[in-house]
């Protein structure tokens, strides 16, 4: 098996109890408390061994750099398990209840949307997570790219939504003034607004006084429109009730998805010809 160091850090198994001494699990839990409070831009290995009391060169006995630590404290974070799903749910209420624990976990440590780029290595329990998301599409009759596209636009979202609360931590920490107080004393500027009539129409309509939840919102305009392609895909499966390898009719299953090939042989072929294509 081919082996490389940052993955062997991020799977190994982790201490989970308090230890005397130093050790990894130890500095990712302190990493974390120092980023919950200040963000990632306050984050260092510098101040994470000033917590533990112990030198900055003896942490790096344990994890290398920073970028190593950021992808552990992100694994460390999505082991908190969410709650089982209820017997019964559709695929529609077990994918809300897994983009609601992300947005959970991104409440508790905003920081985690702050981790951007593409090549931040994936720890076990931030696989498992997203394992789960993909297993609540995984019977809906999407194809596979569709399942996995859906549940990355998903995150995305998430993502995008727990950034503006790091962004306005942020400026809140640096000035000392809240978010509210900040536009609330820009007179100057909405002085200036009366010249956009629907801008002002709306305001005038009370618009602003009982805004919606930009994530709630957000989340059922996203789940409204998984629906939508579920139940197209539901449409054409119905119509499709043959073979598309050799147009041989096809049985229903007797439970799990609907059966795409009519044999095992079929299947084969078809996956040959994508290959070869």
């Known amino acids: 098996?081919?082996?490389?160091?940052?993955?062997?850090?991020?799977?190994?198994?982790?201490?989970?109890?308090?230890?005397?001494?130093?050790?990894?699990?130890?500095?990712?839990?302190?990493?974390?408390?120092?980023?919950?409070?200040?963000g990632l831009e306050g984050l260092s290995m510098r101040k994470v061994a000033d917590r533990l009391g112990f030198?900055?060169?003896?942490?790096?006995?344990?994890?290398?750099?920073?970028?190593?630590?950021?992808?552990?404290?992100?694994?460390?974070?999505?082991?908190?398990?969410?709650?089982?799903?209820?017997?019964?749910?559709?695929?529609?209420?077990?994918?809300e209840a897994a983009a609601r624990q992300g947005w959970r976990l991104r409440r508790r440590h905003p920081w985690m949307a702050e981790v951007r780029g593409?090549?931040?290595?994936?720890?076990?329990?931030?696989i498992a997570h997203f394992d789960h998301m993909l297993s609540t599409l995984a019977d809906t009759g999407l194809t596979p790219s569709e399942v996995i596209a859906v549940v990355n636009m998903l995150g995305r979202f998430v993502d995008a939504e727990a950034l503006t609360l790091v962004e306005t931590l942020r400026e809140e920490r640096r000035s000392g003034v809240s978010e509210q107080e900040w536009w609330g004393a820009?007179?100057?500027?909405?002085?200036?607004?009366?010249?956009?009539?629907?801008?002002?129409?709306?305001?005038?309509?009370?618009?602003?006084?009982?805004p919606e939840d930009s994530f709630e919102f957000g989340l059922r305009?996203?789940?409204?429109?998984?629906?939508?392609?579920?139940?197209?895909?539901d449409e054409s499966r119905d119509e499709s009730s043959s073979c598309p390898e050799c147009g041989t009719p096809l049985e229903p299953a007797p439970s799990g998805r609907p059966r795409v090939y009519c044999s095992r042989a079929c299947q084969q072929r078809a996956y040959r010809k994508r290959k070869t294509g």
């Open 118 to 126: 593409t090549r931040h290595l994936p720890g076990p329990n931030a």
């Open 221 to 233: 305009r996203q789940l409204d429109g998984i629906e939508v392609l579920v139940h197209e895909r």
């Open 55 to 95: 030198t900055t060169m003896s942490l790096y006995r344990h994890v290398p750099g920073r970028d190593q630590l950021v992808d552990l404290m992100l694994d460390e974070a999505y082991g908190e398990r969410p709650d089982p799903p209820e017997k019964g749910q559709g695929w529609r209420e077990r994918l």
């Open 1 to 38: 098996m081919t082996t490389d160091p940052d993955i062997e850090l991020l799977w190994r198994e982790q201490d989970r109890e308090p230890r005397p001494g130093l050790s990894v699990g130890r500095i990712v839990r302190a990493a974390i408390e120092i980023a919950d409070a200040e």
């Open 186 to 210: 820009q007179d100057a500027l909405y002085e200036r607004l009366n010249s956009f009539p629907t801008l002002s129409r709306l305001w005038e309509e009370g618009g602003w006084d009982h």
